[in-house]
């Protein structure tokens, strides 16, 4: 059982009523810590990836990242069975490039994506799609610009069918897919520098 207490000084007003919520158990993380020949739980499905030490440690404050390289570069970590998840990753675009993630990902041709490309006259799109064998369709999307060389906190979330996306806290995009992808495991895509990967069932 789980309780919790308030302890009001002497004198001090009471508090109104609280409440609390259970957070679930961090399943996967990583801060790229390891050689860069080591890839550790991820696996390169398309493009380069290599580990590295950043060279300007100014601009993270964690000097170890994650590079991908290449057309549609993609590289995977997790299981097919993790389900009903919220991931988050410290995102770093590469100068003429958009870059994204993918989650529920069980094949190149069943997952969703969130692609973000820069703007050639004005801002850029962020887009949340849905991929299958039959294509593409686009579940929403919203106008906004990223600065390349600029670090970004890109969180995705899927319960059931409920997606959000939000960058650097804020909520960006929301959807409900009526008939959901449930499971699979998540992928960083295309032309980036990861420096934080955290994921929760």
């Known amino acids: 059982m789980l309780k919790a207490q308030w302890q009001v000084p002497p004198g001090a007003a009471a508090p109104g009523p609280f409440r609390f919520q259970r957070i679930a158990t961090l399943v996967f993380a990583d801060d790229f810590m390891h050689g860069e020949e080591e890839l550790g739980e991820w696996k390169a499905q398309s493009g380069t990836w290599t580990v590295h030490a950043l060279q300007n440690p100014i601009r993270s404050a964690n000097p170890f990242s994650f590079l991908g390289r290449g057309d549609d570069a993609l590289a995977t970590a997790g299981q097919w069975f993790w389900r009903g998840y919220r991931f988050a990753a410290a995102a770093h675009p590469l100068p003429g490039t958009s870059f994204g993630a993918k989650f529920c990902w069980n094949a190149p041709d069943l997952t969703y994506e969130v692609l973000w490309t820069a703007g050639t006259a004005g801002p850029g799109t962020l887009r949340l799609a849905r991929v299958t064998p039959a294509g593409t369709s686009e579940l929403a999307n919203a106008s906004l610009g990223f600065v390349p060389a600029q670090w970004y906190r890109l969180e995705v979330s ?44």
Request: glycine share 12%; net charge negative; proline share 7%.
């Open 158 to 201: 899927q319960v059931e069918g409920s997606i959000t996306v939000s960058v650097d806290g804020t909520r960006v995009i929301s959807a409900v897919d009526p008939n959901p992808l449930l499971g699979g495991a998540v992928p960083v895509v295309v032309g980036l520098v990861v420096a934080n990967l955290l994921a929760r069932l």
